[in-house]
Structures are given as structure tokens and as C-alpha cells.
């Protein structure tokens, strides 16, 4: 008999175990999914998908609360490989990428407030306190981020077909 509740007690623990093991198995195996899904995605933190960054949108596309599709930055190429990714959500007819627009910053308004350098995600703006300020366009995704900061309102975006070098300012 002692024997026998012996056994129930070792195999409701082993059961126990196991049941642990598990439920602490899936919070890390959608961590890696999450990771997986965010490792597709630009980096620039824009926040243009709707999400305060990429994680957040990585996590909300394991979830199925997002489209595949929500990422400028990222344009069909992102697009495409989520949806390989995710696997049941495959894209459909993607539109073509919108041309991506580049902040052009009015040096001569400028009054070197430091503001949009401290809201850029991708670090694309140079210029130092009382200094006017210029954008790297071929570092610029275009989220537009700078432009409601800017207390004098002299920066903007220039979108348009040519290719981003073609419209480095000068
Ligand atoms: S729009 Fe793309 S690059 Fe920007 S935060 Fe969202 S996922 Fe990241
Ligand atoms: S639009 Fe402005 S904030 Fe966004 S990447 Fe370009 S310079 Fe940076
Ligand atoms: S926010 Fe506007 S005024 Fe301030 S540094 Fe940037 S461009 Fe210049």
C-alpha cells in the first residue's frame, strides 16, 4: 500500500513537472519567434507602423493584431520576408514602395534648438546647440519625426521619384 502511494506521490510530481517545464517553455519560444520576426525589421525605431518600435510591431504581428504590410521603412521587401516568416500570412498584391521622402532642414531658420537631433531614431541629423542643423539624407527614412518638434517649423519633407542621393542638399 505504502508502496503503491509512493507511486501516485512520484508521478504526480514527475506530472507536475513536466506541466511546469512546459508552461515555462512558451513565454521563451515566443520570445524567440518574436525575435525572429523583429531581426526582419529596419531598426529605425520609427514608430510609423503604428507601434512604438520594431519589437512592439515584431510582437504584435506573433499575436496577429498587425499587418505584415505596416512598415514604410521596410517597404515589400520586409513585406515579403514576414510573410515567408509567419508563413500563414503570406502577403498578397503588395503595392509598390512609395518613394521615400527625405527632412530637408531651412539652415537659414534654423536656430539650432537640438530638438529634431534628439527625436531622430536613426541618428540622422548633424549640429550642434546654436548651430544650424542638416540632415543626412541617405540616413533618412523619411518618418517624419523631426518636422511637429522644430519650434520654427524649418523642416520638411521632400518626397519625389529620384533615388535619395540625387537629393542630399547641399
Ligand atoms: S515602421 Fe518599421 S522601422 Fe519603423 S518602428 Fe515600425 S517596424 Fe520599425
Ligand atoms: S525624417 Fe527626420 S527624424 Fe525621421 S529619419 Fe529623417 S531626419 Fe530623422
Ligand atoms: S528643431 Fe528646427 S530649429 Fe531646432 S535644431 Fe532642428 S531644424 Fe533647427
Do not use: W
Request: charged share 15%; glycine share 10%.
Amino acid at each position: 500500500m505504502a508502496t503503491g502511494v509512493g507511486l501516485l506521490i512520484a508521478l504526480a510530481l514527475l506530472i507536475g513537472a513536466l506541466l511546469a517545464r512546459a508552461a515555462a517553455r512558451l513565454p521563451t519560444d515566443d520570445e524567440a519567434e518574436v525575435e525572429r520576426i523583429n531581426a526582419l525589421l529596419p531598426q529605425t525605431q520609427c514608430g510609423q507602423c503604428g507601434y512604438p518600435g520594431c519589437r512592439p510591431y515584431a510582437q504584435a504581428l506573433l499575436l496577429g493584431t498587425a499587418e505584415i504590410d505596416q512598415c514604410p521603412p521596410g517597404g515589400t521587401a520586409t513585406a515579403r520576408a514576414l510573410g515567408e516568416l509567419l508563413g500563414k500570412r503570406k502577403p498578397g498584391p503588395l503595392p509598390a514602395d512609395a518613394p521615400a521622402g527625405v527632412a530637408i532642414i531651412d539652415e537659414s531658420s534654423c536656430i539650432g534648438c537640438t530638438r529634431c537631433i534628439e527625436v531622430c531614431p536613426v541618428d540622422a541629423i548633424i549640429g550642434a546647440a546654436t548651430f544650424s542643423h542638416t540632415v543626412i539624407a541617405a540616413d533618412c527614412t523619411g518618418c517624419e519625426l523631426c518636422i511637429p518638434v522644430c519650434p520654427v517649423d524649418c523642416i520638411r519633407l521632400e518626397t519625389g521619384s529620384s533615388p535619395l542621393p540625387a537629393r542630399v542638399p547641399a
